[in-house]
């Protein structure tokens, strides 16, 4: 038996990092590991307003649902102006010992942090999902990177090359057919329904995908959104918008199935853009293609949304691809194809789980030679 703890401060939030090394635990096969899921509740930070996800009751339910051992600790605060990001008042240590693990898993921002600067003999694999901070401690053996746009970055800021592993965020998603929708509670009938989710967050709001749609509304087509921060609800009153709904923010995969599956396309929009892009990989799941504009920040987006979409840079041609998808039928129903073969080919979880096995096997295979 394996035996895999996975670290991480807030780590049953429902944001794309913590979504997917839950998923990493919650399905590695029983019989071949045996799986510690450490975390915490979001702590206040010393030095920044910045408010991490909490614990999300869903993603909780998620856990205990496929029997993860869960082993909460403690944090008063997290330190942001010190080196590390160190956690101030946990009782961390008094319940983790690295001694009884082969491996620790990550989910973190990639420069060298607390506390696994202090872990030092286990092989730690990293799952980074931001880009540009580099940890090359020796006994970090694996790192992974969520697509080769960040994997590029990573190595190009002094990553050593040798330790990189690409593994999109990939997730659960239900079966084909799933039928629930949201077109009857919104009086959507026939309309066609752009939309695309988000978590409550004003710092990655960005204008774009409801300043193109204010040029292509009509009484046939509508905007629903699943979270997002108050400046898109603040915008879409600003613009006049005549159908623009909100739905609140929530981790409930029901939910977010059900609203994905009321969408003809997934009309997205993110100033700082995407790593990779785990709300674009379940909108693919659904065969909606996607629309992305590019940033001066992080531009994985492309790599994730592959044929199954498009990436723009204005609003003009945002609005242009929009009026196409809904126009042109048969432009639609190749990029809803090729979303549903880029999804099976490149995202689903079976496939990718077993990448994670693999790896997971050579490291311990390494260590115990």
């Known amino acids: 038996m394996i035996r895999v703890a996975f670290v991480k401060f807030a780590g049953l939030g429902a944001g794309g990092t913590e979504k997917f090394i839950q998923t990493v635990a919650a399905n590695l096969p029983q019989s071949d590991f045996l799986v510690d899921y450490y975390y915490c509740d979001a702590a206040p930070y010393i030095g920044s307003d910045w408010k991490h996800p909490d614990t999300d009751p869903d993603r909780l339910k998620y856990m205990q649902d496929h029997d993860v051992n869960l082993i909460k600790f403690h944090v ?39 506390p696994f600067i202090h872990i030092r003999k286990t092989p730690i694999v990293d799952a980074i999902t931001l880009a540009g901070m580099v940890d090359n401690q020796e006994n970090i053996r694996r790192v992974m990177l969520c697509s080769q746009w960040s994997a590029d970055v990573w190595i190009k800021c002094g990553g050593d090359a040798s330790r990189v592993v690409v593994v999109p965020l990939f997730i659960e998603t239900p079966k084909y057919g799933y039928t629930a929708h949201y077109r009857d509670r919104f009086d959507l009938k ?20 409801l300043d193109a749609y204010k040029k292509i509304e009509t009484e046939d087509t509508a905007f629903l959104m699943l979270g997002g921060g ?13 159908n623009c709904y909100f739905l609140d923010h929530c981790a409930n995969t029901e939910i977010l199935w059900t609203f994905l599956n009321t969408l003809n396309v997934f009309a997205h929009g993110r100033n700082d853009g995407e790593t990779y892009g785990i709300v674009l990989a379940e909108a693919l799941y659904f065969g909606l293609p996607c629309i992305s504009h590019t940033t001066q920040f992080n531009n994985a987006q492309a790599e994730t949304i592959g044929d199954g979409g498009t990436v723009v840079s204005n609003v003009s041609d945002y609005a242009q ?43 311990a295979s390494e260590f115990s030679k």
């Open 230 to 242: 108050n400046k898109y609800r603040q915008q879409a009153s600003l613009l006049g918008l005549k």
């Open 321 to 363: 691809e929009m009026q196409r998808l809904r126009n042109d039928q048969a432009y639609y129903d190749d990029r809803s194809n090729k979303a549903k073969i880029r999804y099976q080919n490149h995202l689903e979880l079976d496939g990718q789980m077993e990448r994670v096995i693999d790896l997971y096997k050579g490291v």
């Open 190 to 209: 026939n309309k066609f329904v752009y939309g695309f989710h988000q978590r409550a967050d004003d710092n990655i709001f960005s204008p774009m995908p």
């Open 76 to 114: 008063d605060y997290k330190d942001v102006t010190r080196p590390h990001h160190d956690w101030v008042g946990t009782n961390f240590w008094d319940l983790f010992n690295e001694n009884n693990y082969d491996i620790i898993q990550t989910g973190r921002a990639g420069h060298p942090e607390y």
